[in-house]
């Protein structure tokens, strides 16, 4: 049994609890002295913790410590920049004798797979143009294993199990609606482009079937999943003989879909349908981060600064109440 959760956490109370570890490092402080820099989390939630002034003594229990394991920590809950932190006073790994469950540690997307995974190849073989058609089933039938668990990020918007097919099926959504509204929109190519755009994620992260990301992959870290993106789609239009201008269209999507260079895109978007497809991006992966700082935040209060959202506090109303999670 956990004794706390990470959405409840409150500043400057003292907490014993069990948090699984999504990410974890030794660094060295501006002091010169040594620290463990770690990223918790359970079903509810992530926070960072440090475990200050670690000597060389502990190093080799503490580089044992793996992404997926849970540890029972000691903690005290601060505030820095805004945001709750733990200040770790102990720490281990959890034994069977502690009587956890997995899953009180495991957060996942709020729909089953099978179901978003069916949404999306619905979608695909609804697309008229027989080469988008062909590229967009092709591409979820080789990837569908890991669809089944991967997350659309290491940490931030959609770090769940599930959470890029969540993310796809949003955009989807989205889309489906923005082309009713927009009749100048292409909706095979802005199907696609949701389709394709993040798949490389697959590739560039290493998760395991909980949907933690224990490292960047060697290619990820190198070319990132935009760059593996393009090679992709170049690799099955060659393979799918699809024309040289569709092929070059698909690739473009993927490559401005974060609009600016600081975010990876050295091209912004240069038709309606990519234009597009990076605002069905940014809107499901803000209204996703908007959602998770609103959830820890009491009614009529506001939420822990958001990093992702330049670093705003959110508002909670207290008289329209919050729609299911």
Known sequence: MKEHC????KTDEEIVGFFMVRMLAVKIGSNKKQYLDLLLADNTGEITAKKWDVADTELPSLNEIQAGDVLKV???VTEWSGMRQLKIIRLRKAVEQDGIERSDFIKAAPE???EMYAYLLAGAEAIGDADLRGISVRI??????KLMYYP????NHHSEMGGLLYHMKRMLMMGERYCQVYENLNRDLVTTGVIIHDMEKLTEMIADTDGIVSEYSFEGQMLGHLIQGVKQIARLASE???PEEKAVMLEHMILSHHYEPEFGSPKKPLFPEAEILHYLDIVDARMYDMQAALN????GGFSEKVRTLENRRLYRPRGFGMPAE
């Open 6 to 9: 990470v959405e409840r956490l």
């Open 74 to 76: 000691k903690a005290i």
């Open 112 to 114: 089953k797979p099978e």
């Open 140 to 145: 979820l039938e080789e990837n569908r294993e």
């Open 152 to 155: 659309a990020a290491a940490k």
């Open 240 to 242: 799918l003989g699809v």
């Open 296 to 299: 820890a935040a009491p009614p």
